[in-house]
Nanobody, 125 residues
Framework: QVQLAESGGGAVQTGGSLSLSCTASGLPTGHYNWGWFRQAPGREREFVAAIHWSRISTFYADSVKGRFTISKDQDKNTALLQMSSLKPEDTAVYYC??????????????????WGQGTQVTVSS
């Protein structure tokens, strides 16, 4: 059974930093692109960042570019999302996701096969 365990959420003030971690277990053999998405109250889930299984490429939403960094440790089946210069509009539940593929990374939720339970990030002004 595939499980994605997220951690690292919390509450910070504007300008602060947080690091989110996502560890996968029970994955079938294969290559996986990792993604982070977020959902704020009353809004649709939106793409944040993604990294190719080979780590040769990353992709960011314009709203977080230059402030967030996605990375992954292939040996540990773990992905990180380092967030800095946080703004109140970054407040949301953040979800990690895995897409089993050898294709390029996607910013759309539909292709992702596995999802974490979400972790809350709250940024106060």
């Amino acid at each position: 059974q595939v499980q994605l365990a997220e951690s690292g959420g919390g509450a910070v003030q504007t300008g602060g930093s947080l690091s989110l971690s996502c560890t996968a277990s029970g994955l079938p053999t294969g290559h996986y692109n990792w993604g982070w998405f977020r959902q704020a109250p009353g809004r649709e889930r939106e793409f944040v960042a993604a990294i190719h299984w080979s780590r040769i490429s990353t992709f960011y939403a314009d709203s977080v570019k230059g402030r967030f960094t996605i990375s992954k440790d292939q040996d540990k089946n773990t992905a990180l999302l380092q967030m800095s210069s946080l703004k109140p509009e970054d407040t949301a539940v953040y979800y990690c996701a895995l897409h089993r593929t050898t294709a390029s990374i996607s910013k759309y939720a539909a292709p992702y096969d596995y999802w974490g339970q979400g972790t809350q990030v709250t940024v106060s002004s």
